[in-house]
């Protein structure tokens, strides 16, 4: 129920509400005028009936390094979520710990702590992708705070502007390129990269799935890979080229049917998050002859300049080369693996030719 209190004071009389309800600890409030403090008590009762009532104290009392440390554990053993995911989460919480504090109260961050968690961040030159996750990953804990646990405090990212993505970066190999990286790749040393390669430009695998393959996975009779463990965490079936069928019957197992991943790999957490790094130094090699090359027009004349590319830029070389085939974009995002149709539209500059062709269509209007 609740009381309202007259206050006598040098000014006049003002009005104290007083809200209590079993399971509750009394709320006060003062107020100037009756009909103010007459709503305010009606709005709190109404909250606490409908559950949505905010106890101030519990966000004074809860820290937040504790409440981040139970959200992990939360994702690892509630909702499962993957060893990278939780690898990245955890590289997300020491940095939000390290500036706003591990012994701040969820009280304390405000608004504006988020802003100014964002503007530093930024001014350490972390990169739009890393802020975003970062304050992603501080919004769900608030949900699951208010949600799965049940403690009522407000989310201070609801009011953040949080900084634009940055524009998805597109380098794909040209034919000529693909060509000479591939040449370059089957003379390494590593006798498993050069179909490590031809699988990730044939296929457009993220280097991840495609180093933890195992020969389970492989269809050579419907020459098809089926992958289980994926980013979306729904299997997919990406079909194989002739020539990567025949250059994976080619390589020989590691235990327990691993193509590329020895045992020494799989005993590596590092590197079962990202499996791909078993490549690196072949990586590396490979980036080094092609510059060499390049610059010694005495030994190898006409060896092109080849700009800079990563092991991902041969996915979107395999994505835009389909594209330009003029494969369905809703067929590219299965075989890539992307859960909506917006990843593969950064790739719509492709169509800038066909697309004037089209145009030329209606010309005829108003001639």
């Known amino acids: 129920m609740a009381t309202i209190i007259p206050l006598k004071n040098k000014k006049g009389v003002s009005y104290q509400a007083v809200v209590r309800k079993k399971g509750h600890r009394p709320i006060k409030k003062t107020f100037s005028t009756k009909g103010e403090a007459k709503a305010w008590a009606a709005e709190q009762e109404s909250l606490i009936l409908k559950k949505r009532y905010k106890d101030p104290r519990i ?17 690892k053993n509630i909702l499962r979520k993957s060893p990278s995911t939780l690898d990245r989460e955890e590289y997300s919480r020491r940095h939000i710990v390290r500036i706003l504090g591990e012994t701040t109260s969820l009280s304390e961050i405000t608004p504006g702590e988020i802003h100014r968690y964002q503007s530093q961040r930024l001014a350490e030159n972390a ?4 802020v975003r996750q970062e304050l992603a990953m501080l919004s769900r804990m608030f949900r699951v705070l208010n949600g799965a646990w049940d403690i009522s405090v407000d989310n201070p990212l609801t009011y953040i502007d949080r900084v634009p993505p940055s ?4 380098r794909f190999l040209s034919v000529e390129e693909a060509s000479i990286v591939l040449q370059e790749a089957q003379a390494s040393q590593n006798k498993k990269f050069y179909p490590f390669v031809l699988l990730l430009m044939h296929s457009g695998m993220r280097t991840g799935e495609a180093a933890r393959l195992q020969s389970s996975a492989v269809d050579f009779e419907n020459r098809q890979i089926t992958l289980w463990q994926t980013k979306s965490k729904r299997p997919r079936t990406i079909p194989m080229t002739m020539e990567v069928a025949d250059a994976l019957k080619k390589i020989d197992l590691e235990e327990e049917g691993y193509l590329f991943l020895k045992p020494n790999h799989r005993q590596s957490k590092q590197t079962m998050l990202r499996p791909g790094c078993v490549f690196q130094d072949c990586w590396r090699r490979l980036w080094v ?18 700009p800079h590319f990563t092991p991902h830029d041969i996915r979107h070389t395999a994505a835009s080369h389909l594209l330009m085939q003029g494969v369905d974009i809703r067929v590219i ?3 890539l693996g992307h ?8 790739y719509t500059h492709l169509f800038d030719a066909t697309k004037r062709k089209h145009i030329e269509k209606i010309a005829y209007l108003g001639a």
């Open 289 to 306: 002859r092609l510059k060499r090359k390049a610059e010694d027009q005495l030994h190898f004349p006409g060896f092109p300049a080849i």
């Open 167 to 170: 524009p998805g970066r597109v």
């Open 339 to 346: 859960s909506t149709l917006a990843m593969i539209m950064r």
């Open 333 to 335: 995002a299965d075989i």
């Open 59 to 75: 966000a004074d009392a809860v820290m937040l390094g504790d409440v981040l440390l139970k959200y992990l554990d939360y994702g």
């Open 127 to 130: 990169s739009s992708s890393s």
